[in-house]
Nanobody, 118 residues
Framework: QVQLVESGGGLVQAGGSLRLSCAAS????????VGWYRQASGTQRELVAG???????DYVDSLKGRFTISRDNAKNTVYLQMNSLKPEDTAVYYC????????????WGQGTQVTVSS
């Protein structure tokens, strides 16, 4: 069992930056990959970026260059650095951890609100 807690969201002006944190607890040694997702009001949840335990990353093309995902395995924490924020980045941001062994469960955090004003 894994528990995830996101933090770092808030209100920021367009062009500003935020760093989100996803702290994992429980059976953290089972985690293979962590992804950041976001969901704007009334829209489908979408992938933002992902990172493996070994540090391999991937990004949605539209966000490359502005968002950076990283991890500190010793702290059981994954970060999402968000720069040059735009109003359309406004959403609830969630982290999801995927286990390495069957039944390969996914664990979701509660989400943290990011609001970008113009």
């Amino acid at each position: 069992q894994v528990q995830l807690v996101e933090s770092g969201g808030g209100l920021v002006q367009a062009g500003g930056s935020l760093r989100l944190s996803c702290a994992a607890s429980g059976n953290t040694n089972s985690i293979n990959k962590v992804g950041w997702y976001r969901q704007a009001s009334g829209t489908q949840r979408e992938l933002v970026a992902g990172i493996t335990r070994g540090g391999v990353t991937d990004y949605v093309d539209s966000l490359k260059g502005r968002f950076t995902i990283s991890r500190d395995n010793a702290k059981n924490t994954v970060y999402l650095q968000m720069n040059s924020l735009k109003p359309e980045d406004t959403a609830v941001y969630y982290c999801k951890a995927t286990a390495s062994w069957p039944p390969y469960p996914n664990y979701w955090g509660q989400g943290t609100q990011v609001t970008v004003s113009s």
